[in-house]
């Protein structure tokens, strides 16, 4: 087969995960472009270390996988990340296909999860429909990664664009901070927190850093603060709706 997708992600070491999130977005591409063969690729080191290790899997990275290609005679490569922003994993992701470019007569990256307008109000309105609490005591707090990169402000576009609903957007390693949130929600005396990770996958972060009872975790933060504590290890590619958001980004790119 002379044409190919590439479906791209930071990658997880918890298989489950992997399973719901990673492996039902390329199994989605895959139905949509059955003349496609599909391939995965991470971009984290580390987790793909730590899969050779623990299960015996080896998992490409972007240029390793382009290298194969190239060997297997493929002449038409599209990538689709998996990632949520356009942040340092996506900026790799375009550097590692750069270098591979002229080996193909078409070499074309799809966008992140979050890049037009279109697609913040779409993930938006998934994100209310999802974690809409009816009660007006109750709010959604979803945990993204945040980013020492300067696309950290598009998690702040995104809670700003929540802003008369009951779902807000916090980060685990850059603003908005949690505490800015629990401000918000004493404010409007909301007694019960759902706590979710606005994540690809519920891996690392979602476990300890959101759901578990240690002291610096999310849970452990509001319950300490007084608040009934409910956790949801969902991550995002579980949803049909934003599997369905990747495919019409690599529709873009293959149209």
């Known amino acids: 087969m002379s044409k190919a997708i590439i479906v791209v992600s930071f990658g997880t ?143 702040a576009a995104l809670d700003h664009m929540l802003m008369e609903t009951p779902v807000y957007i916090g980060c685990v390693e850059s603003y908005p901070p949690v505490e800015d949130l629990e401000k918000q929600l004493e404010a409007k005396g909301v007694k019960k927190v759902h706590l979710a990770p606005f994540m690809l996958v519920a891996g690392d972060h979602a476990t300890n850093d959101l759901c578990s009872d240690e002291e610096g975790s999310w849970k452990y933060f509001f319950t300490e603060k007084g608040y009934q504590v409910e956790t949801h290890l969902i991550g995002l590619g579980e949803y049909p709706s934003v599997q369905e958001l990747y495919v019409q980004h690599l529709e873009q790119i293959i149209q």
Do not use: W
């Not at 080191?45 to 972007?62: A, L, Q, S, W």
């Not at 038409?76 to 550097?95: A, D, M, N, R, W």
């Not at 037009?116 to 938006?124: F, L, P, Q």
């Open 13 to 155: 070491t918890y298989p489950e995960t992997r399973k719901k999130t990673i492996q039902a977005c390329e199994e989605a591409i895959q139905k949509r472009f059955p003349d496609f063969q599909v391939y995965r690729a991470f971009t984290s080191n580390v987790v793909i270390k730590r899969i050779k290790e623990n299960e015996g899997i080896t998992v490409p990275t972007v240029n390793q996988l382009l290298e194969q290609l190239k060997k297997d005679g493929v002449k038409e490569v599209y990538i689709q990340p998996l990632h949520v922003i356009l942040g340092s994993e996506y900026e790799k992701v375009l550097h590692q296909a750069n270098q591979l470019k002229h080996e193909f007569d078409i070499l074309k990256i799809g966008k992140p999860l979050l890049f037009s307008e279109d697609d913040y109000e779409n993930v938006a309105n998934i994100l209310v429909k999802e974690y809409n609490n009816n009660d007006v005591d109750e709010a959604t707090i979803l945990m993204g990664h945040g980013s020492q990169h300067y696309a950290f402000t598009a998690y």
